[in-house]
């Protein structure tokens, strides 16, 4: 026999062996039809004929029906949903608007790793105001309660009960509390610092310092903008002078210089000097230098970039008298 022909009769005889019998696809049509009528209730309607899925399964293709996608069997033989695709994560600054410009000050004034950021139980807690977050720090967890009046935050106590030992309970005085607020439970003490309209709270006693400082020098800072009407949402708080945090990715000339500038402004300074701030310009083409002496009197430095001789050149040199601002640390 001609070998061509011998490989053609095979090759036909093993895609007979595939074929269904009739009646095993009527077996299949029935069934189908039968489960499908049991779960209308349940699932959409399949997408493709009754008849098109017999012959598909028959041939060894897996057609993903609604049917299918939505349900799946477990390991019992059970049906069980199949889960959707997550919802994508909402920013956190859509989730808590009220606490964005806290967080931003956090992140540009100290070396806190802001790490987890959800909802805090003192949402519940005072009823001028239901705005409150709990931020995980790589230092420990604060709470922060967003009132809506300035002094409001200065007004709270806490009231601790430490009589059972091995468990305190505390409460507030100094604001009006939600109706049925009941005292709240801690592991340990529980320290308050107020500042305007926030008030922190914290397990850490220590770890009120670095706020302290932070809402200090954003106060002297902000008090040399106003005395000069400099709009401070121009500009970015920069601490890579010191800490090697940047406000902006400037040149390396760039940086060298503003470091030398600011050099130069912090080795006039007395004793009792606050430490000078840097700020740039969102365009990075512009640098304030500013500080408040010991006698309440603002500075103020201003620099431009100069491109072509790859510089900050000193435009402006100017003082006037300030606020004289405690720091709470003292």
């Given amino acids: 026999m001609d070998l061509d022909k011998r490989l053609r009769e095979l090759a036909a005889a093993k895609r007979m062996a595939f074929q269904p019998a009739r ?16 779960k209308q209730g349940r699932f959409r309607r399949a997408a493709v004929p009754i008849a098109a899925v017999v012959t598909a399964c028959a041939a060894g293709v897996f057609l993903l029906t609604p049917v299918v996608t939505d349900w799946q069997r477990d390991a019992g033989g059970g049906r069980v949903p199949v889960a959707e695709p997550a919802e994508p994560p909402v920013p956190d600054e859509q989730r808590f608007p009220f606490a964005a410009e806290f967080i931003h000050l956090l992140q540009a004034y100290t070396d806190l790793e802001i790490r987890q950021i959800e909802p805090s139980p003192f949402a519940d807690v005072f009823a001028a105001t239901d705005q409150a977050v709990r931020l995980t720090t790589d230092q420990g967890k604060l709470d922060v309660v967003f009132f809506p009046n300035p002094g409001q935050a200065e007004k709270v106590e806490i009231d601790e009960d430490f009589s059972v030992p091995g468990r305190i309970t505390f409460t507030f005085t100094g604001a009006e509390l939600k109706p049925g607020f009941t005292p ?37 800072y902000q008090d040399v903008f106003e005395s000069f009407s400099i709009d401070p949402g121009q500009y970015e708080f920069d601490r890579g002078v010191k800490q090697g945090r940047h406000a902006l990715d400037l040149p390396e000339k760039a940086r060298k210089g503003l470091r030398a500038a600011w050099i130069r402004v912090a080795v006039t300074g007395k004793v009792g000097d606050i430490i000078p701030g840097l700020f740039l310009k969102h365009d ?44 709470a640390n003292d």
């Fill in 184 to 220: 709240m439970k801690a592991s340990g003490p529980t320290y308050v610092y107020a500042h305007d309209k926030l008030l922190l709270l914290t397990n850490k006693s220590g770890f009120l310092a670095s706020f302290k400082n932070m809402f200090f020098l954003h106060d002297v």
């Fill in 23 to 38: 009646a095993d696809m009527e077996r299949m049509e029935r069934n189908i039809r039968e489960r499908i009528g049991q």
């Fill in 284 to 327: 990075g083409q512009e640098a304030l230098i500013v500080y408040k002496s010991s006698d309440a009197v603002n500075h103020l430095y201003r620099y431009a970039w100069e491109e072509e001789r790859g510089e900050w050149v000193l435009t402006a040199h100017d003082s006037k008298q300030g606020k004289i601002i405690r720091n």
